[in-house]
């Protein structure tokens, strides 16, 4: 199925995603995880990012880090990407798969591929930085190269698949990628149990185009239906926080930025009718606290997560209307999905120094 994005910045709810959500269950989820094979990545805990939190809220809180950076292809993606071909019929997955995309998606669509041994053809835009280019290609998919827009990037992905037969996998609004991506729910619900804590009383889920928060969601209420949901979002691109309480589904201004550059990307729709029903509250932060919480991150945990996967830590961290929610629900266990560790080293170099004087 190819869900087209539309070129107006203001939507309304659609009946149709509504129902396709409706067919997204935790059965679904519980089936994608005992199909796919990725890393049941480990969750970690910290004691300075708990004495932090503790802090700067005026409440005791201990924090539950889902590891996604140490995945597969270094991200949460590759979760959803292997579901979505690994249910594709064997006549479909003859012809291969395609999409667009820049940056985690493309690597995880290309190793997905490559497992089941179907061809991959992945449209980058051609200024898209040549490590990134260079990473997909070692997956072993094809990369073709269109103008950087999202025009461009549709268009040669629409032309590919007419000329291929290939199936356009789409990064989020997709239900058998996003009851992939649950899996990471399910897992992290699973793990607190057997550390010995009691049921999680929140989640954060960085938000981007909403794939990761509408699996999540679902795992997390059916599971553990007390645990609110929240997403996490940078303040330079915040759709989903204007979308939810505006009640209807907004975009990004073209040119937007934000050093969380894998939450770049507006609401789907889908994601957008999980964000209505059934998510808890959406927070922002800025770029100084974005990059302070990765800083942390990796000197603290010594692990490398992507200024995306820091956007969570930084709303635990200091989100003011954030820490006024944690004292008035006596929210104290607190999981994180750390999403992704797909970050080039010299420039987290400089975004770390960028803030040293500040």
């Known amino acids: 199925m190819v869900l087209r994005s539309c070129a107006s910045h203001r939507f309304s709810p659609l009946p149709f995603f509504s129902q396709l959500l409706d067919m997204i269950t935790i059965e679904d989820i519980q089936a994608a995880a005992a199909r796919i094979d990725v890393h049941r990545t480990p969750v970690f805990t910290c004691e300075t990012l708990d004495s932090l939190a503790s802090t700067n809220s005026g409440s005791p809180v201990k924090l539950f880090l889902k590891c996604e950076a140490l995945q597969k292809t270094g991200s949460f993606k590759i979760r959803g990407a292997t579901n979505a071909v690994a249910l594709l019929s064997d006549a479909d997955a003859l012809k291969g798969v395609v999409t667009h995309s820049s940056g985690n998606h493309a690597q995880a669509l290309a190793s997905a591929a490559k497992a089941r041994g179907i061809p991959a053809y992945v449209v980058m835009p051609n200024n898209s930085p040549a490590v990134k280019k260079a990473a997909v290609r070692g997956y072993g998919a094809h990369v073709v190269e ?213």
């Open 146 to 358: 269109c103008e950087p827009t999202q025009e461009g990037r549709e268009q040669t992905a629409a032309q590919l698949a007419k000329e291929t037969g290939a199936t356009f996998i789409h990064p989020f609004n997709n239900p058998n990628v996003i009851a992939g991506q649950g899996t990471i729910a399910l897992e992290l619900v699973g793990q607190v149990a057997t550390l010995g804590a009691a049921p999680l009383d929140a989640l954060i889920v960085p938000v981007g185009g909403g794939g990761m928060l509408s699996g999540s969601t679902i795992a997390t209420k059916a599971l553990s239906p007390l645990t609110r949901v929240f997403a996490a979002e940078p303040e330079n691109v915040n759709d989903a926080f204007r979308s939810f309480y505006g009640k209807e589904r907004l975009t990004n201004a073209i040119g937007a930025r934000s050093v969380a550059d894998g939450l770049l990307t507006s609401i789907g729709e889908i994601a957008f009718s999980v964000v209505l029903d059934n998510v808890d509250g959406v927070f922002t932060v800025t770029e100084e606290q974005i990059i302070r919480a990765m800083e942390l991150v990796w000197g603290r945990m010594k692990i490398c997560i992507e200024p995306s996967a820091a956007v969570g830590v930084a709303v635990a961290l200091y989100n003011d209307k954030f820490h006024r929610l944690i004292k008035e629900e006596k929210l104290q266990r607190i999981g994180i999905i750390l999403s992704g560790g797909n970050v080039d080293i010299s420039q987290a170099a400089k975004l770390f120094a960028s803030i040293q004087h500040r």
